[in-house]
């Protein structure tokens, strides 16, 4: 399995031999001008909410490219609506099998619409598992009681935090989410693409390793794997 981060919540994750692109917001970030996104040709596109900055290169990906949209009722709808008409709904609570293995989608507090001003429905957060590895995809999450369900299901072997605060959960209650999850390695992720949500990756990175926890927080860019 193998993670790339594309800047913000957008992440890359190539897991047996599919790709899977999360809540792409490239081409107006200014922090990832040199991810040639038109280069990207991935099989999947999960969505986990509506906001601009989980949303906004969704179709010029989909023009590019044949994916596949994974994403709420309403939001699938949408893209239907829009002439992208390759989508799968999943709401929370629900899960798929795919050739590359599972997508579980979860609860997420966070207020949710389309760029247009639609009702987006329930944000989401996303488990998937594959190649005998899971991880945890929080998309714009608070804290919450719900995900220490997950490990009644699955053993993480990483998740995907959002560490910025303001419209997210901080460092802080990322450290108390991985707990609730059972996992030690948090990968970060919306922090420092608006000055609202820069954040001091030392101060950061000590907390977690106070928690007895792994922040990685990723070039944009970098790859790592699993």
């Not at 949209?69 to 929370?92: D, H, S, V």
């Amino acid at each position: 399995m193998e993670l790339t981060f594309l800047g913000h919540a957008c992440f890359l994750v190539e897991v047996n031999k599919a790709k899977l692109l999360f809540d792409p917001y490239i081409s107006p970030n200014p922090l990832a001008q040199a991810i040639d996104i038109d280069a990207l040709k991935p099989d999947y596109l999960l969505l986990s909410h509506g906001h601009y900055d989980h949303v906004a290169d969704v179709e010029r990906i989909c023009n590019n490219h044949p994916a596949t949209i994974i994403a709420n009722f309403e939001m699938a709808n949408w893209y239907q609506r829009k002439g992208l008409t390759r989508t799968l709904c999943i709401n929370p609570g629900g899960k798929r099998q795919f050739g590359f293995g599972t997508v579980k989608a979860v609860h997420e507090p966070h207020a949710s619409a389309m760029p247009d001003g639609s009702y987006a429905g329930c944000a989401m957060g996303f488990v998937v598992e594959g190649e005998g590895k899971a991880f945890y995809f929080g998309g714009d999450t608070a804290l919450h009681q719900d995900i220490k369900q997950i490990p009644l299901f699955y053993q993480l072997d990483f998740a995907i935090l959002p560490v910025g605060d303001v419209f997210t959960m901080g460092i802080e209650e990322a450290l108390y989410a991985a707990d609730y999850m059972g996992t030690e390695k948090i990968i970060g992720m919306h922090y420092d693409s608006f000055p609202s949500i820069a954040i001091n990756h030392e101060r950061a990175k000590q907390l977690a390793t106070a928690s007895g926890k792994e922040l990685i927080l990723m070039n944009i860019g970098q790859t790592i794997k699993f």
